[in-house]
């Protein structure tokens, strides 16, 4: 039930919402007009505002209440205008919130604070002391779906959205008994005043046009635009090694696969040694001898083709072999705990002294390093009482042994976990800048789209750092992304990463299974976010590379409406007898997704992971897609021989192949009851009739066609035996 307007209510509202808050601040009912639902939780008085402090500064307040981090909830608020004026308990100061009530959306954002002159009488400060304000909450009640990246809670009919308008706003939800409350939160140590959220209630078919609204209005990365691409479902062409010299081979099997994006690594472009030790360099690879130039007359022939070629980056990363490290450590690299020389060090000391206790500090292998000004030292362990550093080793990475006075702030260098060959800048330093300047001056020569990867590599606050980190690097792309992906994200990365994470390469023994465990996993979730993942980088692993791998996983990936990557392989093109089966099935399956080809119906069916399919070329020379199930024992369970069994027009059919070679299959049918096809539409292939069975041709794919039953076909195909190897 509606709860009771009364003269201090204030009501906040556009064509969709009306938000009743009382006078006290506690936040009455939030109603989509069009439908007049109640879409809070009302009655569980929470205020629409609060603000938090590290403790109690007044000096009556500080001696009443304990001194430890407090949240004060808003108890008071009037409206002037376009402003709230909201007061809270026991703190003695005021926010000033401003509003802009757009059609589509109502935006909040935090103006000022109004301190009076004896708020603070004496004390020697900057008032008022805010670490963090709420500038939004509401407890909404739970609906069929809730998507924790864009914080978004909706059913069919209705959705309820709280975004920010900004980099600098902390979006969250808090889980409750039957409702979330959705929060927006200015941080002081991020940015105070000036951050913004914004308030959607809509119908939820209207949704990604109110956030169109919000990015067009506060001059935001356009998330829904690129969402909206014809692009953003295509799978790509992987190379870590495309070069002037070779790009028409790689542009060979991305066509003959079918794939138009191609995404190249920037070792493609860059040198690099060592993992990922030269990145930051940026210093072109000897096969770009006029650089740059060079660039953009590779990447003309790529879009020549149709192709559109993208960038893959760690944007977060500096190599240990780079200049930015040896000889010298650069003063921006981030260190994760700070620590005070207690002692002098000199140039041949192993022991390094510190006034802070070491005790939790970073063992990981490879990670323990310590940097005091532009020198790098390692260290065995540490011990406390007195606080060191013990087996230091000086000048690691290349960099020059230094002494260093007591007194000196340095700390534990923020190395990598993954490999340990690179380092994390740090963003509160004018690096990240200087590092994306780098990788746009080689995005701006022709590329389209990007990868971000290693986003996760930045220093605290995460939700903060992982995006923004992102977003400087967008800022400078010119032109702007068709879309992003990346390998970490958080809420504002929403409006320019247009898909989500691609997860890294399974092994072809768990290729299937990793597919049920992550990527179709997630698909779902991220349905619920308006948007997609990549399936993952698929490697090609030579013969153990199938078929029906790549079958499966891009058939789940359509599924869910997403594309996947292949990581090319040009030995294992070359010398794999299946390859043409294998980028065939890629090909297929990347024109379905271009040509929109498969029905809401057929999606839900692929969504069953247990279930698997083939899309077939039939007779007509249309796509047509049916489930299939492995035949096991096919060879008497031989790894040589792959089959699969599938019904159509009232006939059984088995598509067959040999996993690494051309031989002979014998199998106890008779000639006439079956027919062997290339593909479903083809003269039928000639068939060896011996006396108590058929020889067939055991190669690349073919379909057997029979009237017999299944069980007579797999039984038939399990009592089989491989023959001799053809030539």
């Known amino acids: 039930m509606e709860r009771i307007i009364d003269k201090k209510d204030i009501i906040i509202e556009n064509e969709h919402l009306r938000l009743v808050v009382g006078g006290d601040c506690i936040t ?47 108890n008071r608020i009037y409206r002037d ?30 103006a000022d604070f109004i301190v009076h002159p004896t708020d603070y009488g004496g004390l020697r400060m900057s008032p008022p002391p805010v670490a963090e304000m ?94 909206r691409s014809s692009m953003i479902n295509r799978s790509a062409y992987w190379s870590a090694d495309i070069n002037p010299n070779n790009v028409d081979e790689h542009i060979h099997y991305a066509k003959l696969s079918g794939l138009s994006c191609m995404l190249l690594y920037y070792t493609c472009v860059f040198q690099e040694r060592g993992g990922y030790g030269l990145n930051g360099n940026y210093d072109y690879r000897p096969e770009y001898p006029n650089g740059r130039q060079d660039l953009v007359k590779m990447l003309e022939k790529i879009k020549n083709t149709g192709i559109t070629p993208g960038l893959h980056f760690l944007h977060t990363h500096i190599g240990l072999l780079s200049r930015y490290v040896t000889p010298v450590a650069d003063h921006r690299l981030n260190v994760t705990r700070r620590f005070t020389l207690a002692k002098a060090l000199e140039k041949d000391d192993t022991v390094v002294y510190v006034e802070q206790n070491p005790e939790g500090t970073v063992m990981a292998d490879r990670c323990r390093v310590l940097m005091f000004g532009g020198e790098l030292i390692s260290y065995e362990s540490y011990e406390t009482g007195p606080n060191r550093f013990i087996g230091c080793k000086r000048g690691q990475h290349g960099t020059m042994i230094e002494s260093h006075p007591m007194g000196l702030t340095g700390g534990i260098l923020d190395v990598s976990e993954f490999g340990g060959t690179s380092v994390y800048l740090d963003q509160n330093s004018s690096i990240q800048d200087e590092i994306a300047n780098k990788i746009a001056d080689a995005y701006n020569a022709g590329f389209q ?23 400087i690097v967008y800022k ?61 980088w698929w490697g090609f692993w030579g013969p153990g590379t199938q078929p029906d791998m790549f079958e499966y996983g891009t058939s789940r990936a359509a599924a869910w409406d997403c594309p996947a990557t292949v990581r090319e392989n040009l030995a294992a093109f070359k010398s794999h007898p299946r390859t043409n089966d294998i980028l065939e099935v890629i090909r297929r399956w990347e024109d379905v997704r271009a040509k929109n080809w498969l029905t809401e119906e057929q999606k839900r069916k692929l969504q069953n992971l247990e279930q698997e399919h083939i899309l077939l070329i039939n007779e007509k020379g249309d796509y047509e897609l049916v489930p299939y199930d492995q035949i096991k024992g096919a060879a008497g369970g031989s790894e040589e021989i792959l089959a699969f069994i599938f019904e159509r027009n009232d006939e059984n059919y088995v598509v067959y192949w040999h996993t690494s070679k051309s031989a002979n299959l014998f199998i106890p049918l008779d000639a006439k009851d079956v027919s062997l096809h290339k593909e479903l539409g083809d003269e039928p292939i000639a068939l060896t009739s011996l006396e108590d069975g058929i020889t067939i ?22 009592k089989g035996t491989i023959g001799e190897v053809t030539r």
């Open 449 to 471: 789209f990007v990868y971000y990867d290693g986003s996760e590599g930045t220093n605290p606050p995460f939700e903060f750092h992982v995006p923004n980190a992102q977003y």
């Open 28 to 74: 009455k009912s939030l109603i989509h007009k069009p439908t007049g639902e109640e879409c809070l939780a009302t009655g569980e008085e929470i205020a629409l505002f609060s603000v938090t402090q590290e403790r109690p500064f007044n000096n009556e307040v500080k001696l009443a209440h304990p001194n430890k981090r407090t949240i004060f909830q808003a």
């Open 81 to 110: 205008g376009n402003k709230l004026i909201v007061g809270f308990e026991i703190t003695p100061y005021e926010a000033v919130i401003e509003i802009v009530e757009k059609p589509m959306y109502i935006g909040f954002s935090l």
């Open 134 to 227: 709420r500038i939004l909450q509401l407890p909404v009640k739970n609906r069929a779906k809730f998507g924790e990246w864009l914080n978004v809670s909706f059913d069919d009919h209705i959705a309820v959205n709280v975004l920010s308008t900004s980099p600098y706003a902390k979006i969250d939800s808090e889980r409750r008994k039957g409702y979330r409350v959705l929060t927006a939160d200015a941080i002081r140590d991020i940015k105070l005043k000036g951050t913004g959220a914004a308030l959607i209630t809509c119908a939820t078919s209207n949704l990604l046009d109110a956030v169109e609204k919000i990015e067009n209005d506060y001059d935001l990365p356009k998330g829904v635009q690129s969402r």
């Open 476 to 536: 400078k792309l010119d032109p702007s992304p068709i879309f992003t992906e990346g390998a970490a994200k958080a809420h504002f990365s929403w409006h320019f990463l247009s898909g989500g994470n691609a997860f890294d390469i399974f092994q072809p023994h768990e290729f299937k299974e990793k597919i049920k465990e992550f990527p179709a996993e997630e698909a779902p979730r991220m349905q619920q976010d308006f948007t997609r993942l990549n399936f993952g």
């Open 697 to 718: 041709p055991a190669a690349g794919r073919c379909y057997l066609k029979s009237k017999l039953s299944k069980k007579e076909l797999v039984q038939a195909f399990e």
